[in-house]
């Protein structure tokens, strides 16, 4: 059974930074692309960052230049470090696995960030 368990949320202030990780069960994340998402308050749940098995990584836009998002494959593990967080950054965030040949999903249980003054 594919487990995904994320960690690192948290409140903190506008400008602050925080670093989610996300450690799979078993290798997963070499079979499965690995991504961050997150839904905010009354929001629909978007991607925040992907990334390849060569290291490779894309952002959406509103992230770019402040998130970062990194792998260590001997922990099964992904990264998201978040600076210069603002208020919109606000959601639920979590971890993701997608096997494209069988266009599934298997999902963490999310961890909250709230970056309030």
């Known amino acids: 059974q594919v487990q995904l368990v994320e960690s690192g949320g948290g409140l903190v202030q506008p400008g602050g930074s925080l670093e989610l990780s996300c450690v799979a069960s078993g290798r997963i994340f070499s079979i499965c692309a690995p991504g961050w998402y997150r839904q905010g308050p009354g929001k629909q749940r978007e991607l925040v960052a992907t990334?390849?098995?060569?290291?490779?990584?894309n952002y959406a836009d509103s992230v770019k230049g402040r998130f970062t998002m990194s792998r260590d494959n001997a922990k099964n593990t992904i990264y998201l470090q978040m600076n210069s967080l603002k208020p919109e950054d606000t959601a639920v965030y979590y971890c993701?696995?997608?096997?494209?040949?069988?266009?599934?999903?298997?999902w963490g249980q999310g961890t909250q960030v709230t970056v309030s003054s």
């Open positions: 990334i390849s098995n060569n290291g490779s990584t």
């Open positions: 993701n696995a997608h096997r494209a040949v069988s266009n599934l999903d298997f």
